[in-house]
């Protein structure tokens, strides 16, 4: 039986309040349905107070950042011609 491929995973990493951070997550929403991709989204402020600094310590002042598979795509705003084509790869 073959696994069906998974889906590629988007992460958009925010703050509260962040006025770019909310235009970018309805661009990203807007595209996750047209280019078939997961999108979540981490406040890295409420990540550090759960215990998990690490988000806001490597990319806190670049938001919003987008990663792709877990690697960093973009920051401050979408790439989405390089977004399109690194997700038909």
Do not use: K
């Amino acid at each position: 039986m073959t696994e069906a491929p998974s889906r590629p995973q988007v992460e958009l990493l925010t703050r509260d309040g962040c006025t770019i951070c909310g235009r970018v997550h309805a661009q990203l929403t807007e595209l996750a349905g047209e280019l078939g991709f997961d999108l979540t989204v981490t406040d890295v402020d409420a990540a550090a107070l759960a215990g998990n600094p690490g988000l806001r310590v490597a990319f806190g002042d670049r938001l919003p950042v987008i990663l792709l598979d877990g690697r960093e795509h973009s920051y401050w705003e979408v790439d989405e011609a390089r977004l399109r084509a690194d997700l038909t790869r």
